[in-house]
């Protein structure tokens, strides 16, 4: 299995600004002078250089992005799987037509000649910053019938409007130029019962699912297959201990990706208002849930769309730090967990 993150802010897009742009710049020509400045690499090429960017965080060098969340799961013999289709579904979709255009399967990992054009899209609730990203993904808009979509969508049932109403909305009359019904993509709808908890499978991958914490619902999914699971638990919240539905949908699950939108002070409100109810979380609650479910990797994303990039890699050290406290407390013994902070194009082989 293969997963790609395309969009991994929460609540709005937060594009990069000129001064966050000339601050990077500022502070990555520090970085260089103090690394040996034009003598070191004035005869460097163009290799060496990019090989230089590559070792520096990216603060420096990089962005870890301001889309909202999309991630791209590539399951063994698989059609293709997205969680979500925030701003980051346009990237996405685009990385998509070199694949469609050359006869290839969507998934690069599958050989069903049935499935080659299917495509299975897991919502994880509906408010807006998780769909926003469809009426732009451009696949979906292809009409030519041997190049044509076969699109799933998955969602909770039992909301005040069905998962066809819901997508059609963001695209009526004066809201999109493009409405629902004239997306030429072949649509499929299934709507998932809170307490059913049924298995999906799509392909050889299986699919789990648990409603979680969160203003209007929220459903975590679990993507297996040969044994080895993802487990996406976005805009969630947990208050006073980890979470026993989540443990358990996670439980040895090789990676965790958790919604950390807030620091610790945030959450409580020592900067600003309080975020309780919000249904967010804390990188600290991701890795105590990491450590009792004995996932490997704990992801954090949907980084909150005010912070910077610098900011984001202090709450990765702070969140590093709290993981070794945490594994020298009784219970932990002989546990490992890494700690990784969700970037746009981040690619993990599971």
Not at 109 to 117: A, G, H, I, P
Request: net charge neutral.
């Amino acid at each position: 299995m293969i997963v790609k993150y395309w969009g991994v802010r929460g609540s709005i897009p937060s594009p990069l600004t000129i001064k966050l742009i000339r601050e990077k710049e500022t502070a990555l020509i520090k970085k260089i002078i103090q690394d040996g400045g034009t003598e070191k690499f004035k005869n460097a090429d163009d290799k060496e250089i990019m090989s230089y960017l590559e070792q520096q965080p990216l603060s420096l060098s990089g962005t870890y992005g301001g889309n909202t969340t999309c991630i791209e799961v590539r399951a063994k013999n698989s059609p293709l799987i997205a969680i979500d289709a925030g701003s980051g579904a346009r990237d996405f979709g685009n990385s998509l037509f070199g694949r469609l255009f050359s006869g290839q399967h969507l998934n690069p990992l599958s050989n069903d000649e049935s499935t080659k054009r299917e495509m299975h899209i897991l919502f994880s609730h509906y408010h807006w910053d998780h769909l926003q990203g469809f009426p732009f993904f451009g696949p979906a808009f292809i009409g030519i019938s041997d190049k044509k979509l076969d699109m799933h969508f998955y969602g909770r049932k039992d909301t005040p409007k069905t998962l066809s109403k819901v997508l059609a909305g963001q695209q009526q009359n004066r809201n999109f130029p493009v409405i629902w019904g004239d997306m030429p993509c072949r649509k499929n709808y299934r709507e998932l019962g809170r307490m059913e908890g049924e298995i999906i499978k799509i392909g050889d991958a299986e699919v789990r699912y648990q409603e979680l914490t969160h203003p209007g619902s929220i459903f975590a999914y679990k993507i297996s297959v040969d044994g080895k699971s993802f487990v996406c638990a976005t805009d969630t919240e947990h208050k006073d201990s980890a979470d026993p539905r989540l443990v358990n949908l996670a439980k040895g699950a090789e990676i965790l990706y958790y919604d950390g939108q807030y620091t610790s002070e945030e959450y409580i409100g020592n900067k600003g208002p309080t975020k309780f109810d919000w249904g967010h979380s804390t990188p600290e609650w991701g890795i105590k849930n990491a450590l009792e479910a004995g996932v490997k990797i704990v992801v954090i994303g949907h980084h909150e769309p005010t912070r910077d990039d610098f900011g984001i890699e202090q709450v990765l050290e702070r969140a590093n730090d709290f993981k070794e406290a945490q594994l020298k407390l009784p219970g932990n013994e002989g546990k490992k967990l890494r700690v990784i902070m969700a970037y746009e194009g981040l690619e993990q082989k599971i």
